[in-house]
């Protein structure tokens, strides 16, 4: 299973990918529960928006940019949810989403992507990655990934699985010093 630091490279600069093109209010609905699965669950609700397979494919996208480790993936976080929430409301994504997904079923020759290896998904995604982070996002397929790409670190960072199991942000506290960063950068 792909390291966390693995599924960063894959995310890339989160701040160059976050556009916000929704209202934020959108990002607090994140906070009522009302796009978060509960830990272990691998079903996905219902999509409001896309198609089951549509919807199937955004998802397995998304966790592929965000895999779980030893905290929740993009799928327990509610992420799929919040990108079905947030396309259904924006007809420019809605393009961008139809375009992107009628070009990625083709790339898969009659097969479905979900039913792809994920070696054969991250074949297919990591060279749209790249693109996409040269600015290189002209086709329908970098288009999609950058669009899921962004959506999916929206959603997943601003969820309680993002931010609280995560990052360890836990609210409402006061620090009297900052502690030192420890980590790898």
Same mark, same amino acid.
């Given at each position: 299973?792909?390291?966390?630091?693995?599924?960063? +490279? @894959?995310?890339?600069? @989160?701040?160059?990918? *976050?556009? &916000? /093109?929704?209202?934020?209010?959108?990002?607090?609905?994140? !906070?009522?529960?009302? !796009? #978060?699965?509960?830990?272990?669950?691998?079903?996905?609700?219902? /999509?409001?928006? &896309?198609?089951?397979?549509? &919807?199937? @494919? %955004?998802?397995?996208? =998304?966790?592929?940019?965000? /895999?779980?480790?030893?905290? /929740?993936?993009?799928?327990?976080?509610?992420?799929?949810?919040?990108?079905?929430?947030? %396309?259904?409301?924006?007809?420019?994504?809605?393009? %961008?989403?139809?375009?992107?997904? =009628?070009?990625?079923?083709?790339?898969? +020759?009659? +097969?479905?992507? %979900?039913?792809? #290896?994920?070696?054969?998904?991250?074949? @297919? $995604?990591?060279? $749209? *990655?790249?693109? *996409?982070?040269?600015?290189?996002?002209?086709?329908?397929?970098?288009?999609? &990934?950058?669009?899921?790409?962004?959506? #999916? =670190?929206?959603?997943?960072?601003?969820?309680?699985?993002?931010?609280?199991?995560?990052?360890?942000? +836990?609210?409402?506290?006061?620090?009297?010093?900052?502690?030192? *960063? $420890? !980590?790898? !950068?």
């Amino acid at each position: 299973m792909a390291e966390r630091r693995d599924a960063l +490279k @894959i995310i890339g600069s @989160i701040s160059a990918t *976050c556009a &916000f /093109p929704f209202a934020a209010d959108e990002l607090y609905a994140q !906070h009522e529960g009302t !796009h #978060t699965m509960p830990a272990g669950q691998a079903a996905l609700p219902e /999509p409001k928006y &896309f198609s089951k397979e549509d &919807f199937a @494919i %955004v998802a397995t996208i =998304a966790e592929r940019i965000i /895999p779980a480790t030893d905290t /929740p993936g993009a799928t327990a976080a509610g992420v799929p949810a919040y990108i079905d929430f947030v %396309v259904g409301r924006n007809p420019g994504q809605q393009k %961008v989403m139809t375009a992107g997904l =009628a070009w990625l079923k083709k790339q898969t +020759k009659g +097969k479905p992507f %979900v039913a792809l #290896t994920e070696k054969q998904q991250l074949a @297919i $995604l990591e060279p $749209l *990655c790249a693109r *996409c982070d040269a600015g290189e996002a002209k086709g329908a397929g970098e288009r999609l &990934f950058k669009a899921v790409k962004a959506l #999916t =670190a929206d959603g997943y960072w601003t969820s309680k699985a993002g931010m609280g199991e995560t990052l360890g942000f +836990k609210g409402n506290a006061i620090l009297g010093e900052y502690p030192e *960063c $420890l !980590h790898e !950068h």
